[in-house]
């Protein structure tokens, strides 16, 4: 099923918003065919933009506690990236240019909307930002890995708080060539010793990957990822495999999305229905959509196999 996004949402017209949120009739199919036979290969990405690049880029100042993080505004770098031919040849990408050129924040299975910032992934940085007495989240020496990552601000947050290690992930290559890794570059001193890793790809082959490398996490985040049901397997396998004994997942997301049927009660139930993991929703943000975070720890009767 197709998802495409086209909207700034209105929180004071629930109406409104559930129409930005509906897919397109006429490319549902089109879409939908392509979601299916198109899957990328995990892999590492280790190209980025240079300095002659990331100079033409405005930012913005988002404060999260005492936490103060420097970002690309991405709200501007699509008509960038379509205007600039040193872009254009540097994020070579037909699928980004094409959304782009539609004026599409998200087309499943092609471009996964990683030039957005959505609410979610700031609903995140607020609550490990908050403490919250019973759920505070240890990030200090611990590895962490984001999934969806976008603009990364959850994972460059956790590199301010003393992690040892963050790995980010987003389906797009070139969203972590132009803004994660340039957002990660304006906040991490040479000071601060975190080791940063960026992974390109579907989540199905990043599970085998990350089995294949033996790689665990202590804590992984996501936001904005449980839009679509039919992701929420692929989505569960990274989190069985990747995730240690004690370790904790975080996943900030809306309690429902028009047209493709996911959810923060879909993913619950799904996440209980695996009997792999306790879900448990720790806070909730009053919106016309409402957004809710959920954390996931693993069942003591089932640890996993790390």
Known sequence: MSFLFNFTPDEDDPEKEADAFRPREDEANTVHKKTRATLSEAKEVTKFCDEELTSKFESLQLEFGQQCLKVVDTRKLGNLILKDEKFRSFADSKNLVAALSSNSDLVAGIYEGGLKMWECGEDLVHFLSSHPVGQAIELKGKFILELGCGAGLPGIYCCSCGAKAVHFQ??????????????????ITESKEVKCRYLSGDW????????????????ILTAETIYSPENYSSLHDVFHTSLSANGVVVVAA??????????????????ESQKC??????????????????????????????
């Open 254 to 271: 809306k309690v429902y999305y028009f047209g493709v049927g996911g959810g923060t009660d879909g993913f619950i139930e799904y996440v």
């Open 170 to 187: 987003d389906f797009n290559e070139e969203v972590l060539q132009l803004v994660t890794h340039t957002n990660a570059t304006y906040n």
């Open 277 to 306: 993991f306790t879900a448990e929703v720790v806070h909730t943000i009053k919106a016309a959509v409402p957004r809710k975070i959920i954390l996931l720890h693993r069942q003591k009767s089932n640890p996993g196999s790390r």
């Open 204 to 219: 199905s082959s990043l599970s085998q990957l990350l089995q294949k490398e033996k790689q665990i996490y202590d804590v």
